[in-house]
């Protein structure tokens, strides 16, 4: 949604920006194009203080967040869907999308959003244009391009927690053929959550990174960009806070754990921990992509984008939480729980584009991808027996790997009067390689007992399974005026087989079936003659089926990958932006999402669950219940007050930015205990700035009402029954201040 409504011209009245997208490949108006998209410029993304992809979930309403021990466990969602499984050999339902590359897992998407020209969420099944993994929405992000007159900026900002910023940006003409654009910068936080015993400041980060674009326009019809970036993250994370031990199975341990954890209280308001192991999710990813086009002479276009890209990711995670490193009777230590992540994926596409004839126009294109990930991790845990202390460790070694490779189209028959038939299809052929080893006499110490898997089994599994599937839209779009837009829309998404590359996998563990989406979605997008208001709405109706989720194996005794059944999402989107005044801007959105599952009927059960409350045989029927991490209801808005002043030099600034969301329920087994009550953020900011806009300067408060919230609640993963949360950064108040200088 637009905020540059600002800028002033003349005399004449203010108006909103004209809000570009490429929603379908295509450079299209935010009102025109017949899809749900939120699309958020750098500039909104600045104002608001939104600096991650985590972030955004404060700005778009269909959009949640969900925190983890790591990037690579940790998850979005869209209209309620994402992905449940954390096995390094499953893809995300949310595709990330940078600088028209796509990612392949989700946890390489979690960066910073710096010199960022514009962010689009594509709600809902995108796979007929974007492939891969699409099947529950895209999360498109576009940086800024080079200019060809000298640019620069520089933004610092400080705020409590010795929290420290920097970035800066210098573009400009290299030649009268070549342009550039160098973007650096480095962040840091020194962590929100206290670690008691030694006074440890924990999930901060020290993050560092560059991009540089090369922009060669060696004639009129031919355009080359060219993209390396790297980025650096050190993160003393990720934490986890003991919330509740009253609810312990065992009273006894509640007690006991009360006792181990003084000076820390467990509570939802509890920002302490008592660790005595490392904590950290350290990652190093870089890329490079070359993008050429193409303008033939009767107006067709030719687009290629070859991209390489690598990600290292290693962490660990204290998971007993407690400060001892020898166990006392009836408390585990578990100290090591560490793995190593290693990607890199090469991927190709073309595209051709016809001109926009008056009754028709049309894309092909083609798509590759490679993936190779491996995966390594080790685990150990110790108790007291009565025999004394007993060791139980293990690792494994897993690998997959992915080609995909796939041709599409898509079109627009224009039959005048302002209808238009879309649509388009997309053929995709996937292989899937993948390799487990994990021999249970592989323990850590001499004399452990082997950790997961069948006893005394070992996992040597090396295999490969292809799929062929047919996706697509179709749609039919009518313009009624210069102003109002309607469309319905059919689309059918795909996510790739899977394979569990985990622990527990056992010498006859098959790979998974694609998930596949289908999705129908109706829209409304009007704004006024005078360009002063924007209104868009949508309702959709989404099924799934084959939905990747963990489930238990009764048979086996165990937790596995599988195909666990069907999912639906219904609801309503409203999207807005309101110039009041020439000073006044005012953006918001709302959305209704009922999330559940459909059939579900082997689902794991929550510990503690008793067959009276549906655990029979440890499985439990989830059949009609909420998706994770699903609101009924969430609401943003943003309200901006430019002060005109009689300063001859700047004018002041004031800006609000609000949310507030329903009831959740955090896990998919529905544990009656992870359940979030509603609760609402307000953010302030003021400032003044130049008139020109060559600089400003600000202070913010985030939070400013105190509201403690979690950006997850969960079973703690040792102790039975006791309930751990995730604090975000923002669940507290604290304040900062920014400046900016451009030229």
């Keep these: 949604m637009p905020t540059s409504a600002q800028d002033s011209v003349n005399d004449e009245e203010r108006k909103l920006d004209t809000v570009m997208v490429t929603a379908t490949k295509r450079a299209e108006t935010l009102q025109n194009v017949p899809v749900a998209v939120s699309a958020r410029s750098g500039e909104d993304l600045e104002k608001s203080g939104v600096s991650s992809i985590e972030g955004l979930a404060t700005l778009v309403p269909s959009l949640t967040f969900t925190q983890s021990s790591n990037d690579l466990n940790s998850s979005v969602r869209i209209r309620g869907?994402?992905?449940?499984?954390?096995?390094?050999?499953?893809?995300?339902?949310?595709?990330?999308?940078?600088?028209?590359?796509?990612?392949?897992?989700?946890?390489?998407?979690?960066?910073?959003?710096?010199?960022?020209?514009?962010?689009?969420?594509?709600?809902?099944?995108?796979?007929?244009?974007?492939?891969?993994?699409?099947?529950?929405g895209v999360i498109s992000v576009t940086t800024q391009a080079p200019t060809d007159t000298m640019t620069g900026k520089l933004d610092a900002t400080i705020a409590e927690g010795d929290e420290y910023a920097l970035r800066g940006t210098?573009?400009?003409?290299?030649?009268?053929?070549?342009?550039?654009?160098?973007?650096?910068?480095?962040?840091?936080?020194?962590?929100?959550?206290?670690?008691?015993?030694?006074?440890?400041?924990?999930?901060?980060?020290?993050?560092?990174?560059?991009?540089?674009?090369?922009?060669?326009?060696?004639?009129?019809?031919?355009?080359?960009?060219?993209?390396?970036?790297?980025?650096?993250?050190?993160?003393?994370c990720c934490a986890y806070q003991i919330r509740d031990t009253s609810t312990a199975l065992n009273p006894v341990v509640g007690a006991t754990l009360d006792a181990l954890l003084d000076p820390v209280i467990a509570s939802p308001e509890n920002r302490q921990t008592n660790l005595n192991a490392p904590v950290y999710n350290n990652s190093e990813q870089w890329g490079m992509s070359g993008k050429a086009e193409y303008m033939f002479d009767n107006g067709f276009t030719f687009t290629s984008i070859t991209a390489y890209r690598e990600w290292d990711f290693e962490n660990n995670i204290d998971v007993d939480a407690l400060n001892f490193e020898d166990p006392i009777p009836g408390v585990i230590t578990f100290d090591l729980n560490s793995g190593q992540t290693s990607l890199s994926q090469t991927s190709q596409e073309f595209r051709l584009a016809s001109p926009e004839w008056d009754h028709f126009d049309f894309m092909i294109g083609a798509y590759l991808f490679d993936l190779d990930l491996d995966r390594s991790f080790r685990r150990r845990l110790e108790a007291m027996t009565a025999l004394g202390i007993a060791g139980q460790s293990g690792q494994f070694n897993g690998s997959v790997g992915n080609k995909n490779y796939a041709v599409f189209a898509s079109g627009n028959l224009r039959f005048g009067q302002g209808t238009t038939l879309f649509g388009g299809l997309r053929l995709i052929d996937e292989t899937l390689e993948y390799q487990v080893f994990r021999d249970p006499a592989n323990t850590l110490q001499p004399g452990d007992f082997p950790l997961g898997g069948t006893a005394g089994t070992p996992a040597d599994i090396d295999g490969e399974t292809s799929d062929t599937a047919l996706v697509g839209n179709i749609g039919l779009r009518h313009q009624w005026n210069?102003?109002?837009?309607?469309?319905?829309?059919?689309?059918?998404?795909?996510?790739?087989?899977?394979?569990?590359?985990?622990f527990t996998a056992p010498q006859d563990t098959e790979p998974v079936n694609a998930e596949l989406s289908d999705s129908y979605e109706a829209g409304l997008k009007v704004q006024t003659p005078n360009s002063r208001l924007q209104f868009n709405a949508a309702v959709f109706w989404t099924e799934y089926t084959d939905f990747q989720a963990q489930e238990r194996d009764v048979a086996a005794s165990t937790i596995v990958v599988a195909n666990a059944g069907e999912v639906s999402t219904k609801g309503l989107e409203l999207d807005a932006s309101?110039?009041?005044?020439?000073?006044?801007?005012?953006?918001?959105?709302?959305?209704?999402?009922?999330?559940?599952?459909?059939?579900?009927?082997?689902?794991?059960?929550?510990?503690?669950?008793?067959e009276p409350e549906g655990c029979v045989n440890g499985a439990q029927d989830l059949s009609g219940e909420d998706l994770p991490n699903s609101p009924d209801w969430r609401f943003t808005a943003s309200l901006r007050q430019d002060i005109p002043l009689s300063s001859q030099v700047f004018d002041g600034f004031i800006q609000l930015d609000g949310s507030w969301q329903s009831e959740v329920q955090f896990q998919i087994d529905q544990n009656p205990n992870t359940v979030q009550d509603g609760y609402g953020l307000l953010h302030l900011s003021a400032g003044i700035e130049d008139e020109d806009g060559a600089w400003s300067a600000s202070v913010f408060v985030r939070n400013l009402l105190d509201e403690t919230y979690a950006a997850n609640v969960f079973s703690d993963p040792l102790y039975a029954g006791v309930i751990s949360q995730y604090l975000p950064r923002d669940s507290e108040r604290y304040v900062g201040a920014r400046l900016t200088a451009s030229f």
């Design 81 to 136: 869907v994402g992905t449940e499984v954390f096995s390094s050999g499953v893809e995300p339902s949310v595709s990330f999308v940078i600088d028209d590359v796509v990612l392949a897992r989700q946890g390489q998407g979690f960066q910073d959003l710096v010199d960022v020209e514009r962010v689009e969420v594509l709600r809902g099944p995108q796979s007929t244009l974007f492939g891969k993994n699409a099947s529950a």
């Design 482 to 502: 210069d102003d109002v837009m309607t469309y319905v829309r059919y689309a059918r998404g795909y996510k790739g087989r899977a394979f569990d590359v985990i």
């Design 578 to 610: 309101a110039l009041l005044t020439d000073t006044t801007l005012l953006q918001g959105g709302i959305a209704y999402t009922d999330a559940k599952v459909e059939s579900f009927p082997f689902a794991q059960c929550y510990r503690g669950q008793s």
């Design 170 to 236: 210098l573009a400009g003409p290299l030649s009268d053929t070549v342009s550039g654009r160098l973007t650096a910068f480095t962040k840091s936080l020194k962590g929100h959550i206290k670690n008691a015993p030694d006074g440890r400041d924990l999930n901060g980060y020290d993050n560092w990174g560059v991009r540089g674009k090369l922009l060669i326009e060696p004639g009129n019809a031919l355009d080359l960009t060219f993209i390396a970036d790297y980025r650096d993250t050190q993160q003393d």
